[in-house]
């Protein structure tokens, strides 16, 4: 199951307050929403989450970030956070977004 079905499934108001602050945080305007989804993708890569990692390559994706950008997006956190998470998420990143339409 999707982590993130199991969170709204066993805490539906605190996953509803989420959603708000999600909705919210994507309804400002300093950033186009592809650079939301990089930031969003170095952030979690910086931390190893793989899985949200998987989740914002596909919408960076269908946003229109390339290959490329998903790639440096990672590769810039080696001098902040060291090997860890490029080690875990360049491949995974760049596996989903091969395989995403």
Request: proline share 3%.
């Amino acid at each position: 199951m999707n982590p993130m079905e199991v969170f709204q499934k066993e805490a539906p108001e605190v996953a509803e307050a989420f959603n708000g602050l999600i909705e919210a945080l994507k309804s400002t305007s300093g950033l186009d929403a592809k650079t939301k989804q990089l930031v969003y993708i170095g952030i979690k890569a910086a931390m190893g989450d793989t899985t949200a990692v998987y989740y914002h390559v596909v919408m960076a994706k269908q946003l229109g970030a390339t290959r490329d950008e998903i790639k440096d997006t990672i590769l810039i956190t080696l001098s902040v956070c060291g090997l860890k998470g490029v080690a875990s998420c360049l491949p995974v990143a760049l596996e989903v977004y091969d395989k995403a339409e």
